[in-house]
């Protein structure tokens, strides 16, 4: 098959008289290569862990959260509850607060969660993250997450104590004047006795790590409050992403609760995710442009080298924008080498991410991606076809760009002059 003059010209120019393939052709694509994979990897990971940081958070917190105005917690949120199921949202109330459970000698600060199971089953995925899934929480039974039983080492049926910072401050007021004063009371502090029955996973380190899912009338118990009450009410949505309209209509018929949504729950955290992705996107590309000027000084070598070959083209006739398009057509054909090899080569490193961070951290002597820092458990990795297809047309604009140049100083060459050069 033929091919056109310019592209035959620019694939010749891109290899030596004598060898296979140039090596400066070589690094010129190992260029691009390397820029487009680690902007392809930085890029997934940043989606990746936006996204299961979201998709944790929703599913242990609700898309929309109900707090009391005028006092501590709900009387009656089972009325409320109802109340709701009118307008065909699913909710449930939940009592959330700090505690201190005692392994032993041990005491560490970790947060309840009281629920109802048969409601909250429809609000929240925690059940649904259950190692034993179907199983129904009872009063004196507690759910922990599977990396804080470890840590702890509690196996299911292990039994511990859980004592409450509200009841053992409950004795404590303080004075106008700053003095604190002890109140008399007969009564008798106990910490609640509770035993392990199975274990959940989120998949995010700060959840699995630190909240213990109880009945719900068991942390009334612990946090001092009336069996039957709620600290909050949460609230399942048709659309957790669209939900401005359904929260102020909420707003207007209840109005002493104080509605929160997950995104304003969150909105700092979902903020620096942003920002973060933004800004590695920003400087990863900074890499691609660095590999745009291997491209311009081998094409720029390449028209030197070639002088006297450009002074004969023009010289028998052709046109000074055909020689400009082979110089961008070797810009282009660099591009998509390098733009290629850079997609399969990050593509290939984030489907293996977890074996190779198993063996750097092997090599290393430490965990390179420790759940505690990061919150999450393994690597995460999105690639969406919005972002392969930014960055594909990012280095192909850049490398061709980057022929631009050469490609002007190659066709303002004149025809007399180039033919002097001894090259």
Known sequence: MKLPAEIFLALRYLKPKRTFVSIITLLSILGPTLGVAILLIVSSVMAGFDRDIREGIMSMQAHLTAYPVLSESFAKPLEIVEQLKKHGLKSTPVIEGNALIQIRKQILPKVIRGIVPDLEKEVT???RNYFHPGHILKEGEVILGARLAMMTGLREGDEFLIHSPARLTKNIVWKEDGGVEMRDSEELYLPEEVRVAGFYSMGVADYDDNVLVMHLDQAAELM??????ASSIQIAVPDPMQMNTLTEKLKQEFPLCQFVTWQEKNKLLFGTLQVEKNLMTFLMTFIVLVASFCIATTLITVVVQKTREIGVLKAVGMPGFAIARIFLLQGAIIGVLGTGLGVTLGLTVMALRDRIASLLSTIMGHEIFPAELYHLMKIPALTTPTDLLLIIS?????????????????????PAKALQEDN
């Open 394 to 414: 990012l280095s192909l604009s850049i490398c061709i760009l980057a022929a631009l140049i050469p490609a002007i100083y190659a066709a303002a060459l004149q």
């Open 224 to 229: 001092g409050l009336d069996w039957g009450s």
């Open 125 to 127: 995925s925690i059940q």
